[in-house]
């Protein structure tokens, strides 16, 4: 049965690109590719991009890209989406072309955010070079992972666990009544989470990146500390995944978790968890009417 490998890429729609280009190049460390006044291609790898940043009157993660081992396996999983009553669009050569990719669909998921199918993603001939000599932690487990706000959990759980083969890693009950859960596709503790919670819009709450050093983590804090962009929680370190991290608001209005040192999973000793708290210290959220995930 195919299913899903990793998150290959992100498409963030902004009023303001150059605001971008300083938040993800200046304090993230991930390297611009490709720039105009309407679009910035960002890297963290070897692959032409993983972020794809456009002008737009939205601010929001419009479109989470997932990728696939190959035709077959995109044809395969392709029909089982429509199967579960998600009509899936076939792209054309150019929206393909414009994608980087070799093959790719398009679909609306529960909430409408578009949720894209892939495989074969551009390497770039360029070596990647981190303007803060940030190294990520990326190849076979995707770029990192996102946390989403949804209406229906059970249909989301449907999705990526029945349809698209994600494996439970955990569960946080975030107060009472409101559980978040946390889905692994890879060796990444989870690549996607969700969870409903009343009065939040039902859209992409953060995207995590993974570095291979704590100190570019710390540093990174420190311009964030001194006004590169507005702390959304604290450094802190998570309960069920592990990670060193702290979370910045982006130009876009979602937020970034930055971190360093999650647990990676072996599936032949790993079994689920649930949790109670997020975090054992830290991760305290700049607004306190805000919950942290």
Same mark, same amino acid.
């Given at each position: 049965?195919?299913?899903?490998? =990793?998150?290959?890429?992100?498409? $963030? ?6 605001? *971008? ?17 309407? &679009? ?7 692959? @032409? ?5 456009? &002008?737009?009157?939205?601010? =929001?993660?419009?479109?989470?890209? *997932?990728?696939?081992? +190959? ?17 899936? /669009? ?12 070799? +093959? #790719? ?16 993603? /551009?390497?770039? /001939? ?6 803060? +000599?940030? %190294? ?7 770029? +990192? ?9 059970? @249909? !989301?759980?449907?999705?990526? $666990? ?8 955990? !569960? ?34 953060? #995207? ?5 050093? #704590?100190?570019?983590?710390? &540093? ?24 060193? =991290? ?13 971190? !360093? ?16 708290? %997020?975090?054992? *210290? ?8 805000? #919950?942290?995930?």
């Amino acid at each position: 049965m195919a299913s899903v490998l =990793s998150l290959g890429y992100v498409i $963030v729609s902004t009023t303001d690109v150059p605001a *971008w280009k300083s938040f993800a190049v200046d304090l993230l460390g991930l390297q611009a590719a490709e720039e105009s006044a309407d &679009r910035l291609l960002l890297r963290m790898d070897e692959k @032409a991009y993983r972020v794809d940043v456009r &002008r737009d009157t939205r601010e =929001s993660v419009q479109t989470l890209g *997932w990728e696939v081992a +190959g035709p077959e396996e995109l044809k395969e999983l392709a029909g089982e989406v429509e199967a579960a009553g998600y009509p899936v /669009k076939v792209c054309d050569e150019s929206e393909v072309r414009a994608r980087m990719v070799s +093959g #790719l669909v398009q679909f609306q998921d529960p909430d409408g955010t578009t949720i894209e199918l892939f495989y074969g993603l /551009k390497t770039d /001939k360029e070596r990647f070079v981190s303007p803060t +000599g940030a %190294t990520f932690l990326t190849g076979h487990e995707g770029f +990192g992972h996102a946390l989403q706000m949804v209406g229906d959990t059970e @249909a !989301y759980r449907h999705l990526y $666990v029945d349809v698209f083969g994600f494996r439970l890693s955990d !569960y946080i009950e975030i107060a009472p009544g409101l559980t978040a859960t946390f889905l692994h596709c890879n060796s990444r503790h989870h690549s996607f989470a969700f969870a409903s919670f009343p009065n939040v819009p039902r859209t992409v709450n953060h #995207l995590m990146f993974e570095v291979n050093d #704590l100190d570019l983590v710390g &540093r990174a804090y420190d311009k964030v500390l001194a006004g590169a962009a507005p702390v959304a929680a604290t450094f802190g370190r998570h309960t069920n995944d592990g990670m060193l =991290s702290f979370y910045a608001r982006t130009p876009s209005g979602f937020d970034v978790e930055y971190g !360093y040192g999650g647990l990676h999973i072996d599936e032949a000793t790993f079994t689920p968890s649930r949790y109670d708290v %997020t975090s054992y *210290w830290g991760h305290k959220p700049s607004n306190p009417d805000e #919950l942290n995930v």
